[in-house]
Every structure is written in structure tokens, then in C-alpha cells.
């Protein structure tokens, strides 16, 4: 949906606290995703609609922090009730994706994190995290201080603008750890916020025919009769955004020639 506006996110610098603070309004972010899943054929089931909209905001907020060449990408599974929210982002291009699974969910006992990271020039690293409960923002906080080492806080300031402040070397945990909402909302009054940056975000996949075949090569090469059965064409939806695709096994199995 290359059509969709950009969003902005804009990160400050907290002097005296040594804190990053990123804000953006995401409502133009999230009708995207919903007309993306509308022309999709996918309905965002209702109990997961509250923990995609904070898992793509979350990741966005994320990004605006990381450096410019960088990618990430967030997968959360939760047990109650089960689903998998998956989010990424790219710096390099400004785009952020989301996906829900509500089926075929392996099951495990425990919420688990995963955190996948590309920097430039560097191999992609994972970091697997457990937290407690099921409110999505609130389990980004876990990653952070788990995973991330560092604290970091997610608050509302309205119903789709969403901020972050997250340590930073020499931190003012204290203060830090005591905010609430009521502090967030006066912070440009109590704190001198220094503008660090505005990066420009917008809902794009980048899915394509021949990267679904990409995807499928694998799998084709292990079981392909079992992929197709009796038919010659087989429809996926892409891991990523949930973009329904078309495949045909001659079309397959020329690309599996292809990159063999």
C-alpha cells in the first residue's frame, strides 16, 4: 500500500533525565493496516485487535530510536487468549508491517518474545524473552528490561498517540520508573526536551510474487506433492502483512530451478 501517507515520529531528548522520548500519532498508521486487512479479505479478530494496534505502534516507536540502517522485527506469542503478533519495521525505508495468527499456533506454555535485529553489514541476531501477562505494551516493557537491558515506558496520550521514553546512558531511573500518565502529558512543562530527529514511517510490505516463491522454495523442495495435492495451483498469504498470493507448481518449479 505504497499509497498510504507517512506518519512522523519525532524522538527528543530528555535533558536532565538522559532520557529518549518518541511520540507519534498513529491513526493514520492504523487505517492503513485495517484497509490493508480489508482489501486482504482478512477480519482482525477482535481479541487481538487492541495487541496488533499496540505491537505495530510499539515497534514503530522502537525503530525511531535504532539507527538509520537498521531493521527489526518482533513476533509475540500469547497464551491467553493464543495468538501471534508479529510487527517489523525498516529504517532504511521508513516501512512497518503487522500480522496476526490465531491458528495453527504451536503450542507453548509460556508468553515468549522474539526479537529479531539486522544492522548494517551484520548478521541477524535473535533474543527470546518470557513476560508476564497479556497487555502487549506492557510486555515490550519486559522485553526492555530483559532483553534490551534498559528501561523503557509506553503511555497513551490519547487513543492513538502513543509515547515512549526509554533510558539512556546515566538514566534518572527514579524519575523514570514514577511516571504516569499525568506526568507524560505535562512532560514538555516539567522537561526540557531537546528535538533529536523526525523519521517518517508508513504501512509497506514489499511482498511479491517471486519472493512468495522464495519463501516456498523450501518447503517445495521437501514436500511438494504434499503442497499441491491434486491441484495446480495452491493461494498463501504472506507471513508478513497476510497479502494473499497465487502460485502455480510450473511457476515453482521453474524458480526452484532457478535459484538451485
Not at 535533558?15 to 485495517?34: E, P
Not at 523526525?198 to 514489499?206: A, H, I, L, N, Q
Not at 495446480?232 to 507471513?239: D, G
Request: glycine share 6%; aromatic share 8%.
Amino acid at each position: 500500500m505504497t499509497n498510504d501517507p507517512d506518519i512522523e515520529v519525532r524522538t527528543y531528548f530528555a535533558r536532565g533525565k538522559n532520557a529518549l522520548v518518541a511520540r507519534a500519532d498513529f491513526s493514520g498508521l492504523y487505517a492503513a493496516w485495517y484497509l490493508h486487512r480489508m482489501d486482504c479479505g482478512l477480519a482482525v479478530p477482535p481479541e487481538c485487535d487492541q495487541g496488533a494496534r499496540d505491537a505495530l505502534a510499539a515497534l514503530t516507536l522502537h525503530c525511531a530510536g535504532r539507527p538509520p540502517k537498521e531493521s527489526c522485527a518482533w513476533t509475540i506469542h500469547i497464551t491467553s487468549p493464543r495468538m501471534n503478533l508479529f510487527a517489523a519495521g525498516d529504517n532504511a525505508s521508513g516501512s512497518v508491517v503487522a500480522n496476526v495468527f490465531t491458528e495453527n499456533i504451536r503450542e507453548i506454555p509460556n508468553n515468549i518474545f522474539y526479537a529479531d535485529v539486522i544492522g548494517e553489514g551484520k548478521a541477524s541476531r535473535r533474543s527470546t524473552t518470557a513476560f508476564e501477562g497479556n497487555d502487549v505494551l506492557n510486555a515490550v516493557e519486559q522485553y526492555y528490561t530483559r532483553s534490551e537491558q534498559r528501561p523503557a515506558r509506553f503511555f497513551r496520550h490519547g487513543e492513538e498517540d502513543l509515547v515512549m521514553v526509554a533510558a539512556q546512558p546515566d538514566c534518572a531511573l527514579d524519575w523514570l520508573r514514577g511516571l504516569d500518565r499525568e506526568a507524560v502529558m505535562r512532560l514538555d512543562q516539567d522537561v526540557e526536551l531537546a528535538l533529536l530527529e523526525t523519521r517518517c514511517y508508513r504501512f509497506v510490505c514489499g511482498c511479491n510474487h517471486e519472493r512468495m516463491l522464495d519463501f516456498l522454495v523450501p518447503v517445495f523442495r521437501r514436500q511438494g506433492d504434499e503442497l499441491f495435492g491434486s491441484e495446480q495451483t495452491i493461494r498463501i498469504h504472506c507471513p508478513r502483512c497476510g497479502a494473499r498470493h497465487a502460485v502455480t507448481r510450473e511457476a515453482l518449479e521453474a524458480h526452484a530451478k532457478k535459484v538451485s
